[in-house]
């Protein structure tokens, strides 16, 4: 699983992208970032019926793919190129309007004239292929001539023939797509052949968070090596930055786009025997969400470092920067919070007291320090270091502040100005707009009882428990938002006294008795639900779900996540047989041997389709655990058993425990699939017992001021979620 670069920001950098194009400078006229914009009510995507393609696949070498989705919507502006980055060479002009990047003409580069030849809104590109080989001894490949005598020989088919890969790269959606395949025996260029092919594809998905308006770099050399075992095996590879969630997160697009490169790819080589997925992070969380949407786009998933879904993650990970600023600065004198792993009984996710800080995260508790001593503070140190900095810090004002992105530099000062930035903004055709023209925001953490079982369990006093929730406040609404202080990060500013890593200026913090808890937009909610961005437990493919066990390295990639998504199949009422959870030690990596007992798990179901994919589940594919030299350490149906599920705690489990996050600590399940909890009166909670074995009852009165509405009942559902997509147990609880 080397592939997948770990992290928010340092995503970008090392994994499908490289180099850096040029800036937008211009909007197409009556661009509007504040149009108004209804939620979505219609019909989930399982349920639609998509139009006909109207585009004739393929693409020949020289030619331009597709720029307008078939059914995703309208195309998205100011959109950033990357297909000179890419190897694509300049966008095309498709305007002299100054609308989008400039294009010179390479004569006016070498004069450095001020004038442009043209410029590109679109970002389009003609179709190239290339041949590359690997050549013996080495790590990366290189592109293939005539001349080349040192290839590293595989055996196809019974025959050593060079390992030769046939790579084309063009434009779909406007997103720049790669097929990859072993050079057939009698090719070219523009006719390539299926001879050495094995029928198998292998759709290459990756991750990170982004927030739109921008194309992605693809790097061609980075989707070669992340599948070389495979390709060297006769499995085809397919990837597009169109379905990198480090450029949008609009499952629609990522749907329409990785459909139009299956049908690039079916119509140069034939349609595959099966069609299996693999990628990590956003990547996987692509995977479930489209076997969930579209079923039969995807016939098998290998999942990796894997989450439910994007938006749900935001529930949890919205409160880790309001409850470091409470740690750091509200109840800073507290020395209880000077210890790291203090902090995790209320966070949930791991904390280290012994973890020693990258780089980046030492910049930021050295910079907050001096800009408290700029202030005449003093801040005490920290000792080790929680998931909440290391690993979430960055993600909030990325994903909820229409001020805020991390490609700036793309665009120009006026371009910048003029638009909103944030995912919630990125993809309002769902979501909506508010009154003042921004997007809609689900998350909501009213009722939420923060460190609810720390209290239970003696870990915290009742008068720290209702300090912390009295205090902890919430997030400002979008229109309420400033620019971010991040000039470590992102150069802007220049006070150190006005650097806030925590982003607390654009926090809810004031109220004489409790600071506001933030009401998520109830039509946003439902809408995340209608519009298939939430994973609902769907699941009728075979996925192994493999990841690293990276707790120890306070990663963002945190085991429970396995889990919150086997939850929702569970209470879906679907097989949680055709879910496999694989974690290994950092050193090994399981993913070739996913992609075995895939086919042969695909194998086994072709020979019985009357029988159901968890029928058919072959031993190669079920629960396991790995140490650092590939052992399976124990697998079975029970070795992931544990506190999840309310079981005794399973060999793997407790080879690989897992921890929690926030909303499980405040009562939540690991399922997270709540938007907006079922409130319940205090004095109700307190008679039901949801405080024992503490009596809360002499802090009511304090209680009820702090919870004016009532406090988070977690043995109902979510009552945001439409009716017609409640689960069974949701169903009963009402």
């Given at each position: 699983m080397g592939q997948l670069v770990l992290g928010l920001f340092c995503c970008e950098a090392a994994g499908f992208w490289e180099g850096e194009d040029g800036r937008v400078t211009g909007l197409p006229p009556g661009f509007d970032a504040r149009a108004h914009a209804d939620p979505y009510r219609g019909p989930h995507p399982s349920e639609l019926k998509r139009p006909a393609e109207t585009f004739r696949f393929p693409i020949k070498v020289g030619e331009v793919g597709p720029d307008e989705a078939l059914f995703a919507g309208p195309k998205q502006y100011p959109f950033v190129c990357d297909t000179e980055g890419s190897g694509l060479g300049q966008p095309l002009v498709d305007n002299l309007a100054g609308i989008g990047t400039?294009?010179?003409?390479e004569a006016d580069r070498e004069k450095e004239l001020p004038e442009a030849h043209g410029f590109s809104k679109d970002c389009l590109a003609p179709t190239k292929a290339w041949?590359?080989?690997?050549?013996?001894?080495?790590?990366?490949?290189?592109?293939?001539n005539e001349k080349v005598r040192d290839a590293e020989r595989i055996t196809v088919n019974g025959v050593r023939i060079p390992f030769v890969v046939r790579v084309e790269m063009g434009t779909i959606n406007r997103f720049i797509y790669v097929l990859v395949a072993l050079r057939g025996a009698h090719e070219s260029l523009a006719a390539p052949g299926a001879d050495r092919w094995n029928r198998r594809l292998i759709y290459q998905f990756y991750g990170g968070v982004g927030i739109g308006h921008r194309q992605g770099h693809a790097n061609l050399k980075r989707v070669i090596a992340d599948r070389e075992k495979e390709l060297a095996q006769g499995y085809a590879v397919v990837a597009s930055t169109g379905t990198t969630t480090a450029n949008h997160y609009n499952l629609w697009l990522i749907e329409d786009t990785a459909l139009r490169v299956k049908r690039q790819f079916s119509a140069l080589y034939g349609e595959p025997e099966y069609t299996v997925g693999v990628g990590g992070s956003g990547g996987a969380i692509q995977q479930y969400l489209l076997a969930q949407n579209h079923p039969g786009l995807l016939d098998a998933g290998v999942a990796q470092y894997a989450y439910p879904d994007m938006?749900?993650?935001?529930?949890?990970?919205?409160?880790?920067?309001?409850?470091?600023?409470?740690?750091?600065?509200?109840?800073?004198?507290?020395?209880?919070?000077?210890?790291?792993?203090?902090?995790?009984?209320?966070?949930?996710?791991?904390?280290?007291?012994?973890?020693?800080?990258?780089?980046?995260v030492f910049k930021i508790q050295a910079t907050t320090r001096l800009s408290y001593l700029a202030r005449g503070e003093w801040r005490p140190s920290l000792e080790g270091q929680t998931e909440c900095a290391v690993a979430w810090r960055g993600l909030t004002p990325l994903v909820l502040n229409p001020l805020f992105t991390n490609f700036e530099n793309r665009l120009s000062e006026s371009v910048f100005k003029q638009g909103l930035w944030s995912y919630y903004e990125d993809l309002k055709q769902f979501f909506g707009t508010d009154k003042q023209g921004y997007a809609r925001v689900p998350w909501d953490n009213v009722g939420v009882q923060y460190g609810l079982h720390a209290l239970q369990t003696g870990r915290i006093g009742p008068e720290q428990f209702l300090r912390l929730n009295a205090r902890v406040g919430s997030w400002k609404p979008p229109s309420e938002m400033q620019p971010e202080r991040f000039w470590l990060v992102d150069g802007g500013g220049s006070d150190l006294r006005d650097f806030s890593p925590w982003s607390a200026h654009n926090m809810n913090l004031a109220g004489t008795v409790a600071a506001p808890r933030f009401e998520g937009d109830r039509l946003a909610m439902e809408a995340a639900y209608r519009s298939g961005q939430v994973f609902l437990g769907h699941l009728d493919i075979p996925v192994i779900d493999v990841r690293h066990y990276l707790e120890p390295d306070l990663d963002m990639h945190h085991e429970a996540a396995s889990f919150s998504t086997r939850e929702r199949i569970r209470a879906a009422g679907g097989s949680i047989g055709n879910q496999s959870i694989w974690v290994s030690d950092s050193h090994y990596d399981p993913t070739p041997e996913a992609f075995a007992a895939i086919d042969q798990w695909w194998r086994a179901k072709q020979a019985e389709p009357e029988r159901s994919w968890a029928e058919l589940r072959p031993s190669s594919a079920s629960d396991r655990c790995f140490d650092r030299e590939g052992k399976v350490m124990a697998s079975g149906e029970h070795v992931w058993d544990g506190d999840w599920n309310r079981r005794l705690a399973g060999a793997c489990t407790r080879a690989y425990p897992m921890f929690a996050n926030s909303r499980i600590v405040a009562g939540e399940s690991i399922a997270g699939d709540r938007f907006k909890c079922a409130l319940?009166?205090?004095?109700?909670?307190?008679?039901?017992?949801?405080?024992?074995?503490?009596?809360?009852?002499?802090?009511?009165?304090?209680?009820?001021?702090?919870?004016?509405?009532?406090?988070?009942?977690?043995?109902?559902?979510?009552?945001?979620?439409?009716?017609?997509?409640?689960?069974?147990?949701?169903?009963?609880?009402?």
């Open positions: 400039r294009v010179d003409q041949y590359y080989y690997k050549p013996r001894g080495k790590d990366r490949f290189s592109r293939w938006i749900t993650q935001t529930i949890p990970i919205f409160d880790c920067e309001l409850l470091e600023y409470y740690f750091d600065v509200t109840d800073g004198g507290n020395a209880k919070w000077a210890r790291a792993e203090n902090r995790s009984i209320i966070e949930g996710l791991n904390a280290n007291n012994g973890y020693s800080a990258s780089a980046g319940q009166p205090v004095a109700e909670a307190i008679e039901a017992g949801v405080y024992a074995p503490i009596d809360m009852s002499p802090y009511r009165a304090r209680l009820e001021q702090i919870f004016p509405q009532g406090v988070c009942d977690y043995r109902q559902g979510d009552v945001a979620r439409p009716a017609d997509l409640l689960h069974p147990h949701d169903v009963v609880a009402r």
